[in-house]
């Protein structure tokens, strides 16, 4: 670990600042979309109005990013995201569900940049066997984010500017924000990634890419877990607080699911040197039947907090195996578009799962969404068996 790129311990180091956007969203963009909104169908909206912004935001990040270099990009999309939960805060205070809805949407524009921090540091490696290792140690940086983000709504009360609760709260993300782009301007190692069509043959055209079916397991692998993941984790807090349980409870379950997406990387590299990638994409699945099974079984806050860990779990390990798939599929000339087109895929399918949660919650019911959840499961299961054939 000790050799690892210095770019990597720094972009892990530095994602309790940027990445609190996040899990703050999830935590409470239900909750005061439901205060803001008559309409309870409407309540996840924010949620997927973030989702969204990141998936549109995908493409122009990695253009933003070949033209200005990671390092600059990655600060301006820290500073951006500290202005959009500044006017988050002011439409919660105005009472404006669609200004939120606004700003949450441009919060996600700080996700894309975010999600390609993996991304530098891969190409900060000496070699490719470094890859499961950095993609792992930047995702452990999440660990502090699962608990940072939900706690804003206790830290930010010390922020009298606004009256609401959660306002203060997405000022204090505001300030936090701030502090990342200080972080990164000051101690980031410039990484410039330009694209050279000759430096190993002419760029394959996407319909080539896509006969590969290892390309269809690596993307399929990340979109299953950010769909499921999001359709479950979105709609969790609104069932608790339908089955009796407080906020407070509702934030302690959501943090111990956020770092359980994250904490499993300490040993996943280890899991996939031991059983390899292939394995650890069916033991990502199999932890996502977990998952169910204990949702399943009652409504207590230990049903749902044992669910959320295992929802978590299932995640990192789905997600670390689709994206050590990834950079096996395309040569250097080929990274942006690939990593553009895996990316957008996967928060295209999150957007749905969020978006998908408040109205089957609503109309269905939440052992529907459970249900509904294993179809996924089920095809990328199928996909990999085929892929491993």
């Excluded at 999309?77 to 700003?103: E, K, N, P, R, T």
């Excluded at 070699?127 to 995702?139: D, F, G, K, R, T």
């Excluded at 993300?173 to 972080?183: K, P, Q, R, S, T």
């Excluded at 409870?249 to 280890?270: D, E, F, G, R």
């Amino acid at each position: 670990m000790k050799s690892l790129p210095w770019n990597a311990w720094l972009l892990a180091t530095v994602q309790p600042f940027v990445l609190s956007v996040g899990a703050l969203n999830v935590f409470l963009g239900g909750i005061v979309g439901a205060q803001l909104h008559s309409d309870p169908t409407l309540a996840t909206l924010p949620v997927t109005a973030l989702i969204v912004g990141v998936s549109l935001n995908i493409f122009p990040a990695a253009k933003i990013q070949k033209a200005l270099g990671r390092k600059q990009a990655f600060v301006l999309a820290a500073l951006v995201s500290s202005m959009s939960a500044f006017g988050a805060a002011w439409s919660i205070d105005s009472g404006s569900f669609w200004g939120f809805c606004v700003y949450a949407f441009l919060l996600g524009s700080q996700l894309a940049y975010v999600g390609q921090y993996r991304f530098a540091a891969i190409e900060s490696c000496k070699s490719a066997a470094q890859h499961p290792q950095v993609i792992s140690l930047v995702l452990v940086g999440g660990i502090a984010a699962a608990w940072v983000g939900p706690e804003l709504l206790n830290i930010g009360q010390a922020i009298s500017w606004f009256d609401s609760e959660y306002a203060r709260a997405y000022a204090a993300l505001g300030f936090l924000e701030l502090i990342g782009a200080a972080v990164l301007a000051v101690a980031m190692k410039p990484l410039t990634v330009q694209e050279n069509d000759t430096d190993d043959g002419e760029a394959r055209d996407l319909s080539i890419l896509f006969k590969q079916p290892m390309l269809w397991l690596a993307i399929g692998s990340g979109l299953t877990a950010y769909a499921v993941m999001a359709f479950l984790m979105t709609a969790t807090p609104l069932a608790m607080s339908g089955h009796g349980h407080d906020i407070q409870s509702a934030k302690w379950v959501i943090q111990s699911h956020v770092m359980a997406m994250y904490l499993p990387s300490l040993i996943t590299p280890m899991i996939i040197k031991r059983i390899g990638i292939y394995k650890l994409i069916t033991l990502g699945c199999v932890i996502f039947l977990i998952c169910i099974a204990v949702a399943l079984l009652g409504h207590s806050l230990h049903h749902y907090w044992w669910a959320l860990v295992a929802l978590g779990v299932g995640w990192n390990f789905l997600f670390i195996g689709g994206t050590s798939l990834l950079p096996q599929t395309y040569k250097p000339s080929e990274r942006f578009k690939v990593q553009a087109v895996n990316d957008f895929s996967i928060t295209a399918f999150q957007a749905s799962g969020s978006l998908g949660a408040g109205i089957v919650l609503f109309t269905q019911g939440w052992t529907w969404m459970l249900v509904a959840s294993l179809f996924p499961i089920g095809l990328l299961l199928l996909l990999n068996w085929v892929v491993r054939k």
